[in-house]
């Protein structure tokens, strides 16, 4: 099936910068929307950022003006550019696709996670 793997991951002081990226690959017939997430022990996954297959981003109100979400549709990636970090955005943050696979009628819509990559931001 389809696999999402992720990197970019990592230690920063506030204020720093990381950018995050996700590259699907497998048997994908397109693309409706792709997203990132994040989780911190003892919370819910959240979402922090979307971008659709017309080009409309969705942004989480605490990252907006510092996260920016970014696709290459012909390389099936999105990347997430995460600046002016702060303590409160240390988290696991994990690729989310939503997805037309590919199958003898054409497409069926299935979502896939990536595995995680740890954002830690502390000085």
């Known amino acids: 099936q389809v696999q999402l793997v992720e990197s970019g991951g990592g230690f920063v002081q506030p204020g720093g910068s990381l950018r995050l990226s996700c590259v699907a690959s497998?048997?994908?017939?397109?693309?409706?929307?792709m997203s990132w997430y994040r989780q911190t022990p003892g919370k819910e996954r959240e979402l922090v950022a979307t971008?659709?297959?017309?080009?409309?981003?969705v942004y989480l109100d605490s990252v907006k003006g510092r996260f920016t979400i970014s696709r290459d549709a012909a390389k099936n990636t999105v990347s997430l550019q995460m600046n002016s970090l702060k303590p409160e955005d240390t988290a696991a943050y994990y690729c989310?696709?939503?997805?037309?696979?590919?199958?003898?009628?054409?497409?069926?819509?299935?979502?896939?996670w990536g595995q995680g990559t740890q954002v830690t931001v502390s000085s």
């Open positions: 989310y696709g939503d997805l037309l696979v590919r199958t003898n009628y054409g497409g069926s819509r299935k979502a896939f």
């Open positions: 497998g048997s994908i017939f397109s693309i409706v929307a």
């Open positions: 971008v659709a297959s017309g080009g409309d981003t």
